[in-house]
Nanobody, 116 residues
Framework: QVQLVESGGGLVQPGGSLRLSCVASGRLFQVYNMGWYRQVPGYGRELVARISIGGTTDVADSVKGRFTISGDYSKGTVVLQMNSLKPDDTAGYYC??????????WGQGTQVTVSS
């Protein structure tokens, strides 16, 4: 198992920026993929961005050019830099770690609200 702790959410005005951080602990040697997902009440959880241990990234079209993901697997950290935020980005943001042996763990989430 891997434990994930997220931080950095909050309230921001449209056009503003936030930086979400996720720190993993536990069986880090099993992890080969970490990323961020978001969920709005009543809807399913959707991929925002993820990064593999090899550095390959996968970013949702809706946030391309605005959000950047980076990771340091030696430290078990992944960061989502969110710029030019829009009200549609309002959601609960969740960190996920995937890995060998079917490992799949989620953090508890952090709320991002974009509103004037």
């Amino acid at each position: 198992q891997v434990q994930l702790v997220e931080s950095g959410g909050g309230l921001v005005q449209p056009g503003g920026s936030l930086r979400l951080s996720c720190v993993a602990s536990g069986r880090l040697f099993q992890v080969y993929n970490m990323g961020w997902y978001r969920q709005v009440p009543g809807y399913g959880r959707e991929l925002v961005a993820r990064i593999s241990i090899g550095g390959t990234t996968d970013v949702a079209d809706s946030v391309k050019g605005r959000f950047t993901i980076s990771g340091d697997y030696s430290k078990g950290t992944v960061v989502l830099q969110m710029n030019s935020l829009k009200p549609d980005d309002t959601a609960g943001y969740y960190c996920k770690a995937g890995g060998y042996g079917g490992l799949e763990n989620w953090g508890q989430g952090t709320q991002v609200t974009v509103s004037s």
